[in-house]
């Protein structure tokens, strides 16, 4: 990912959402799209966005998840454990 997006994962590491990341911080300068990839098809995840209410996110066939983040300022992102995508 590379442009207006500026990030650090929990671990210390560039940033990127990866499977393993399960909190990560992110600073979008400009309309741009964060994506969680290499998670689990069609799964439902409970997805928490600082200063918003938890809220549950199926990811598409690929195991991508798209996250609609505020742009100008860092929040803080968690994701927790799969669970069963609703009428599964």
């Known amino acids: 990912m590379r442009g207006g ?9 560039d940033g990127c ?3 393993g990341a399960r909190k990560f ?3 979008l300068d400009e309309e741009k ?6 998670l689990e098809p069609r799964r439902a995840y ?6 918003e ?3 549950e996110a199926v990811t598409d ?10 742009h100008g300022k860092e929040v803080g992102v968690r994701e ?3 669970v069963p995508a609703p009428g599964r």
């Open 17 to 19: 959402a990866r499977p």
């Open 61 to 70: 066939p690929g195991g991508i998840l798209e996250l609609d983040l505020p």
């Open 25 to 27: 911080r992110v600073k």
């Open 5 to 13: 997006w500026r990030g650090r994962s929990s671990s210390g590491g």
């Open 46 to 51: 409970q997805v928490e966005i600082d200063d």
């Open 53 to 55: 209410e938890m809220f």
């Open 80 to 82: 927790a454990a799969a």
């Open 33 to 38: 799209a964060v994506f969680l990839v290499g």
